[in-house]
């Protein structure tokens, strides 16, 4: 079973790929997917539900991306990502991430893909390698290496706390495994305001005549 083959990898120090992504994105606090289903992102959906981690299956790429934006900034923090496939899934969601860099909103998109230039040439929607302008102020990484895998995903995180982030994944590596020591996260990110900013929204709300309190 999934079950046993997780246990006997982890016996030798190791652990899947996907798994080690799902530990990332569950240690940084990240409560949602949004997604439009695809080939290569199927096995990372299953991870993500399998860990408890909603998937929001969304209408186009362009939503899924502008619904995560949407919940970062309701929350002020990187609290959702965006998970697309290869070719025109990538491209579509592109297009959104340049409005959302506008904007200045914390975001990061996933996206397993065709990184080796001859398997994308010849694969079935592996399309052109596809970048934002270098003008704009993006992190990007591409993940050619399963060894990568982590530390990559640490630095996209925290840069994505900032800014907007984009991650690329060679369907290889997905298949492969990594090792178990620092398969963590990139540091959980605190879900709450402090015991300050508590106090001083108290002290605003008393002084207001006719306060208003939004919440969710």
């Not at 949004?34 to 290569?40: Q, S």
């Not at 060894?147 to 630095?155: A, H, I, V």
Request: proline content about 6%; glycine content about 10%; charged content about 20%.
């Amino acid at each position: 079973s999934g079950d046993v083959m997780r246990d006997a990898m982890r016996d030798t120090g190791r652990i899947s790929a996907t798994e080690a992504i799902v530990r990332q994105v569950s240690g940084a606090g990240l409560r949602r997917v949004y997604t439009v289903p695809g080939d290569l992102a199927y096995r990372l959906i299953a991870a993500f539900e399998a860990a408890g981690i909603p998937v929001i299956s969304c209408r186009t790429q362009t939503s899924a991306v502008f619904a995560a934006a949407a919940e970062n900034v309701a929350t002020g923090r990187l609290a959702a990502i965006t998970l697309v496939t290869r070719g025109p899934a990538f491209a579509n969601a592109l297009a959104a991430v340049s409005s959302v860099i506008d904007h200045g909103t914390p975001f990061l998109l996933l996206s397993p893909g065709d990184l080796d230039e001859e398997t994308r040439r010849t694969a079935f929607q592996g399309g052109i390698p596809l970048r934002l302008s270098d003008a704009r102020p993006c992190h990007w990484c591409e993940v050619h290496d399963p060894e990568t895998l982590q530390p990559s995903l640490g630095s996209a995180f925290a840069a994505a706390q900032q800014g907007a982030a984009v991650v690329t994944v060679d369907r290889e590596v997905l298949g492969q495994t990594v090792p178990v020591s620092g398969a963590g996260h990139a540091g959980a990110v605190e879900r709450g305001p402090d015991a300050g900013t508590i106090s001083r929204a108290v002290e605003l709300l008393r002084a207001a005549k006719n306060p208003v309190i939004v919440v969710g």
